[in-house]
């Protein structure tokens, strides 16, 4: 004890000859990792979390000021915009101390040059990514440089567990404990609703091991202010940008430093930097824009231009929500819904960085029922509302991903294996059985054994290691590690050759050479494809259509769909009091006027008749996802009562069935159709009733090495290789149902997507709910948003024939 | 089955996604892609083997049935290159060895010389001439006086009905110069075709052939 206590003192002097001031969670940390204790520090951004975890790792090393030879630290960073800034503090400690410590970043960026030195002469600290150390993992010389390290720091952890990413990061952890009986491994996160679940999801389940959990005691003041329109829509749409309020933005960004504007996404990111060019012409060159499309040395550039204070506006997406303090940045404009109280506290956090400062965000919304959002924020706020994040478990696909990196780097004991994975946390329920049919997919391509035929992946040596020997196989699958599913991407480069970022394939199929397009904030022409790249020149034309990606539509979550009830509720209760919803009290009155205001004892019903047919809407306010189970659950258990086809739309308020034909909603609709019971069984047709599971299987079967994308270079002969999800989706369920990717599919569709423990808590409220069903002339604000949904899901229990004989063909435009 | 007529020919639409053309006494099939699921399967893509079977099911279901005198294969009868599943098409065509086996050779026809040697198929690299119709894989050129029957493509067509109720389908398609059928074999998926207000759909729903007489007009 006396000796760790001695060595704290090393490292405080360092802090406070700096004119630091330790904070308690800092040398609480410092004490810890001293003595061998693993955990997670929680704390916020901008409060000294890095060095809390970083400095320890020097504490041997300082008296003699010796540079150990190997690895000691490997720092996780989930973005790579945050490896830089890591990589300054370290280098600054490793001064201050007197050390000669290398310190290396690996990421996807890295040379191959660098990262073979990087095996062979391992620099003392590595900060990497998920994906780079499984990649270091099917090397054959992955124990050359992971042999010495100790000390695993987990950044962002908040980030990762939510994801497949943070499966990868438990795997990764599971493969080091396996190596090293006595690794450290800290995490680090901001404040979520389930710590202490992110600890044991990090550390594996408890085994009586040194953990503990540090929480700093520093909270940050924010202040919501919201920009209101002058007159509010009382018919919502969802497409608008927001762009109407644009010019009450620029007075913001004048009288701050620094400020960003959040967009929801990329296409919504362009304009919005566009129309503000164009409403300011001044903001040319201090104003910059940063989405994940965009290519590194661009990101870059504008990182470093926020860091330094260049920039007085950067319009961005959720690809500045962590890592980097930009210290100018006084002021956040979020565009649009934030779907979340913790997204948008972190963003609000990124303004007002140093010690004690106060974080103002404004908000924004695009449509008038965003206004309500705006107050309920406010209100989750201030009550402390943050969400869980919701760990992954029984990934299958990652596994199989994982199995193969070990096969390829070197090969695999089963027994060793499989002890190494039950250990982590999202693996600690699977059975032999389950690891068997895993193991029989690699090995015989079937999780059934069946005789030979010309299946090829991996091995078995006659001592029982599974490898890989097969060059081809290793190299796809080396191509091919991470869980990053994303649609065909075309790099996009000038013709001299200076890269600019990426486009979606499918939006580039639709142009030819001379046409413009907006990009990167420039109007750009289309020159050639070659190479796999997109390349353009400036273009002088200043009109062009803007990529969109496609990528899903977030949904409320559970929290935040809590406060958005209570703020609706209000208006019949006659109590509302914020702005925001006082502003919309024509639109709430319109709505009780031509149908109902929704009261908190009852569930709003709507049915009425259009040109397009019979709308039928509910609004229980649970968020799109659980909307999105619930309609296809009530269409399910409807159409088993009639032959009848419905298209299906929902949004976080509600949902729509729209039918061609007619039904007596007053007989049909009660309340056993929302019953919890039978709900397994009735989802589980509903989702093969619609597209639902046929979507998500596509990143399991990217992810597990179902579907090979291609890759450069090799582009033709590979082309016989590439299938479409789809299609493999439907393989596997007329013929191999009992397929466990395939079964993982609806596993993920119950548990992430529509969150069957949510859904069934929505279905038990609906019980104790009167059903109100108003039958409007037509439609109403409410249901207007809804009704404009073009993206539908169908389902159907009439024939295809009777379906056919309805419909028509759409002739060439 | 659905028969049409064509330059005064009479032919039969199979919901197999076949042809049968009984003057000649031949079966018209394109795009069968056979072992295309154990291509993958040597890539160490784990397809489900089986799947590979309901090729070979439906092929001998239609020669028992219709009992032709020639088997039209309209390009891309093999998926890449060579596999075990190439021994499987040998056997069926000695099994059927009164039938004509007859290849236009499509894009994805890539197997060594000795393989094809092997078997009982007689091999055309372009196109074939049975007036009216010119049979070949990729239409290139149009033929005044015959009307071109092709595969290639993997027709489908997308139906709108009232509601946003919409569909797709996989179809055969007949255009004024050039008739395109549907792709034979399982996992080889569709093309939506958007066709003019002269050409003639017939969709495939399940075990029925239906024209699409209704086009919307925009």
């Known amino acids: 004890m006396s000796n760790s206590r001695q060595n704290i003192k090393s490292i405080t002097e360092w802090f406070e000859g700096n004119n630091w001031k330790a904070h308690a969670f800092q040398k609480q940390a410092w004490k810890h990792q001293l003595d061998g204790y693993s955990g997670i520090v929680n704390a916020p951004t901008g409060s000294g979390k890095t060095y809390s975890v970083l400095l320890p790792v020097f504490v041997p090393y300082i008296q003699n000021k010796e540079t150990p030879t190997g690895l000691r630290l490997i720092w996780i960073a989930p973005i790579r915009a945050l490896a830089k800034e890591i990589c300054l503090s370290a280098e600054r400690a490793i001064e201050a101390f007197g050390l000669n410590w290398k310190v290396g970043i690996r990421t996807g960026d890295t040379k191959t040059a660098d990262r073979q030195k990087q095996i062979t002469h391992p620099p003392q600290i590595l900060i990497t990514t998920p994906e780079s150390l499984h990649i270091i993992l099917s090397s054959k010389k992955s124990k050359t440089i992971l042999k010495d390290c100790k000390n695993i720091v987990v950044d962002e952890w908040h980030e990762l567990i939510g994801s497949k990413r943070g499966v990868q990061t438990e795997l990764f952890l599971g493969y080091m404990r396996n190596l090293h009986k006595d690794l450290t491994i800290w995490g680090i996160s901001a404040t979520i609703g389930n710590l202490e679940e ?28 919201t920009i209101m329109p002058k007159e509010i829509e009382r018919y919502p749409w969802a497409g608008h940008l927001g762009i109407v309020l644009l010019k009450k933005v620029i007075p913001i960004i004048e009288d701050s430093e620094s400020t960003l504007i959040f967009t929801n996404t990329r296409a919504q990111c362009e304009i919005w930097y566009q129309k503000l060019l164009e409403a300011d012409p001044s903001l040319a060159g201090i104003m910059a824009m940063h989405h994940g499309s965009l290519s590194r040395e661009m990101r870059s550039w504008v990182e470093d231009a926020l860091y330094t204070g260049k920039l007085k506006a950067v ?12 210290r100018p940045v006084d002021n956040i404009i979020q565009v649009g819904s934030p779907k979340g109280v913790a997204r948008f506290v972190q963003r609000a956090g990124r303004s007002g960085h140093r010690p004690g400062a106060t974080s103002k965000i404004y908000f924004l919304p695009t449509n008038s029922l965003e206004l309500i959002e705006s107050a309920a924020l406010r209100k989750a706020i201030k009550e402390n509302k943050i969400e869980d994040r919701e760990p992954f478990v029984r990934s299958w696909d990652v596994l199989v991903q994982y199995m193969m990196t070990c096969a390829v780097g070197g090969g695999f004991k089963e027994k060793e294996l499989y002890d190494e994975v039950v250990a982590t946390h999202c693996y600690a329920s699977m059975s032999r059985e389950e690891w068997t049919m895993l193991l029989n997919h690699l090995l015989y391509g079937s999780q059934s054994l069946r005789a030979y035929d010309e299946y090829q992946k991996i091995g078995k040596t006659s001592d029982g290691t599974y490898l890989v020997s097969n060059k081809g196989v290793a190299q796809r699958h080396r191509l091919s590690i991470g869980t990053i599913v994303s649609d065909a991407m075309l790099q996009v480069k000038f013709v001299r050759g200076k890269k600019i970022g990426m486009v979606e394939e499918w939006f580039v199929g639709q142009f030819s050479p001379g046409d413009t397009f907006w990009f990167a904030g420039m109007a750009l022409e289309y020159v050639r494809i070659k190479d796999n790249s997109l390349q353009v020149k400036k273009s002088k034309k200043n009109k062009g259509r803007i990529p969109s990606y496609m990528g899903g539509r977030l949904s409320f979550t559970s929290q935040m769909s809590e406060v958005i009830k209570e703020k609706i509720f209000e208006f019949a209760k006659g109590e509302m009091k914020d702005v925001e919803m006082k502003k919309l009290t024509p639109l709430f009155e319109l709505q009780e006027l031509r149908s109902r205001m929704p009261r908190e004892e009852e569930l709003l019903i709507e049915y009425f008749h259009s040109d397009e047919g019979f709308h039928l809407l509910l609004y229980p306010f649970e968020g799109r996802d659980i909307h999105e189970g619930m309609a296809a659950l009530l269409g399910q258990r409807l159409s088993r009562l009639l032959p009848i086809s419905f298209s299906l739309a929902y949004n976080d308020f509600g949902l729509e069935l729209l039918s061609d034909k007619q039904i007596d909603v007053d007989k049909i609709l009660t309340k056993e159709l929302f019953n919890p019971r039978g709900l397994d069984q009735d989802i589980q047709s509903s989702i093969n009733a619609v597209e639902l599971a046929q979507r998500k299987f596509r990143d399991i079967a990217c992810i597990s090495g179902l579907v090979f994308t291609g890759y450069p270079g090799k582009e033709k002969k590979q082309r016989h290789l590439v299938s479409n999800s789809r299609l493999l989706f439907d393989v596997f369920r007329e013929y191999e149902p009992e397929n466990l990717l395939y079964l993982q599919t609806y596993d993920e569709v119950m548990a992430v997507q529509l969150q069957e423990v949510r859904m069934r808590e929505a279905l038990e409220k609906i019980q104790s709910k009167k059903l109100v069903i108003v039958k409007p002339e037509k439609y109403t604000p409410f249901s207007f948003p809804l009704m404009v949904d073009r993206l539908r899901e169908k389902m159907s229990s009439e024939t295809l024939l009777d379906r056919i004989e309805k419909m028509k063909i759409e002739l060439v435009k | 089955m659905k028969e049409i007529s064509l330059r005064g020919e009479i032919l039969q639409l199979l919901p197999e996604k076949a042809m049968y053309w009984p003057r000649e006494s031949a079966i018209l099939i ?38 032709p005198k020639k088997l039209i294969i309209l390009g891309d009868l093999f998926h890449s290159k060579y596999n075990d599943q190439w021994e499987n098409f040998i056997d069926m065509t000695e099994r059927y060895d009164d039938v004509d086996w007859i290849l236009v050779k499509g894009n994805h026809d890539i197997l060594r010389e000795r393989h094809y040697d092997r078997s009982n198929l007689s091999i055309c690299d372009y196109a074939l001439k049975v007036p009216p119709f010119l049979l070949t894989h990729e239409p290139d050129e149009v033929f005044e006086d015959l009307y071109t029957l092709c595969g290639h493509i993997h027709p489908g067509i997308r139906l709108k009905g009232m509601a946003k109720q919409s569909l797709r389908l996989p179809c055969f398609f007949f255009g004024q110069q050039v008739g395109i059928l549907p792709a034979f074999g399982v996992f080889t998926g569709l093309h939506v075709l958007h066709p003019n207000k002269d050409d003639r759909v017939m969709v495939i729903a399940e075990d029925q052939i239906v024209e699409i007489e209704n086009p919307i007009r925009e």
Do not use: Y
């Open chain 1, 198 to 225: 992110a600890m044991e999801v990090l550390l594996g389940p408890d085994d009586g091991g040194k953990r503990a959990l540090i929480k700093a005691k520093i909270k940050k003041k924010i202040v919501v202010k």
């Open chain 1, 315 to 326: 319009v961005c997406t959720s690809s500045l929500d962590l890592g980097v303090d930009f």
């Open chain 2, 30 to 67: 394109a795009d069968l892609h056979l072992g295309k699921i154990t291509h993958f399967r040597k890539a160490g893509i784990a397809l489900p083997p089986q799947s590979e079977d309901k090729n070979w099911q439906t092929l001998s279901r239609l020669i028992r049935k219709h009992k």
